[in-house]
């Protein structure tokens, strides 16, 4: 080996590197700080209080959890299928998959929306214990992510639909799309804690 080629990657070529750009990986590791310390709240109020938490996700709908699940794990499908539309050079095919991309995000807002109201008619509240307050703060924060989210990526669309970004330049659909998959991700981890582990 010499100091011309590398093995792992063809003569002359330009070295991977990660998708995105610096000031969204800084957002991104700010956001996971955020929702890391809601899951250290999570564990605390747990070991403090493991009947409320046992008994907690028993309440819960965990159909609509598990429907947010398969939606958001389809929403991240649709931005990767846009992202590889996009570097083929097909901005329409691009949109379709992230319109689709923006079609789960707001059915997810919609069950959750529902989900709040079918456990406030069950009397679930912020206040009816602990595990309750824990369970509306973490998932209204990734509502709310969710939300922003969604409205990024039809920012994103019109750029595509009016050409600013194309096959060599859409740095703000990596942006986005590696933006998506951390709220992804976060739910992900969210579901199994909430409304799974007893």
Known sequence: MNAITHPARPF???PRKIPGSLAIWAAILAEMSEFAVMFIVYFLAKVHNPEIFAEGPLKLNTTAGTVNTLI???SS???VRGVIALRNNNSVACSRWLWGAVICGGSYLVIKYFEYRWNTAQ???TETNIFYGVYYYITFNH???VGWGSAAIVWVIYRVNTGIYTKNEHE????IAVYWHMI???WITI???LYVIR
Not at 172 to 175: E, F, P, Y
Request: net charge negative.
């Open 123 to 125: 009397g679930l509240e």
């Open 72 to 74: 958001m794990l389809t």
């Open 12 to 14: 002359g070529a330009k």
């Open 77 to 79: 499908f649709f931005v």
């Open 143 to 145: 509502f709310l992510h």
């Open 191 to 193: 579901f199994p804690l």
């Open 184 to 186: 992804d991700l976060a």
């Open 172 to 175: 703000g659909l990596l942006n």
